[in-house]
């Protein structure tokens, strides 16, 4: 009976997480949504693909490029504005620079 009560309450819990998640990003895109260009979108389409989890130790300027095919000053330029604009948040210097969406409460 235990294992079950556990089983049960771990599902209970990734179902709350998930709610949550789901909140967050509905109010991201309701903040958000107008202000990304087409390149912007599908980055930040890519980083709500991987759920819960998030896009493991952020979006690098590389992650940028190869996702959305674009040059590098672009990617440079396309990521400041996310972070201008409140969407994104922005880690590190140099190559170690990351970036996550901003998921406000």
Do not use: C, P
């Amino acid at each position: 009976m235990l294992w079950f009560a556990e089983r049960v309450l771990d599902g209970l819990s990734y179902s709350e997480e998930l709610t949550r998640f789901i909140i967050l990003k509905t109010r991201f895109h309701e903040r958000f949504a107008a202000q990304l260009n087409e390149r912007q979108a599908k980055m930040v389409a890519r980083i709500f693909r991987e759920g819960l989890s998030g896009f493991e130790g952020g979006v690098s300027a590389e992650n940028y490029i190869r996702i959305t095919g674009t040059s590098r000053a672009t990617a440079t330029r396309d990521l400041q504005e996310l972070v201008s604009i409140g969407a994104f948040t922005r880690t590190g210097s140099l190559k170690g620079t990351r970036y996550n969406a901003n998921y406000m409460e």
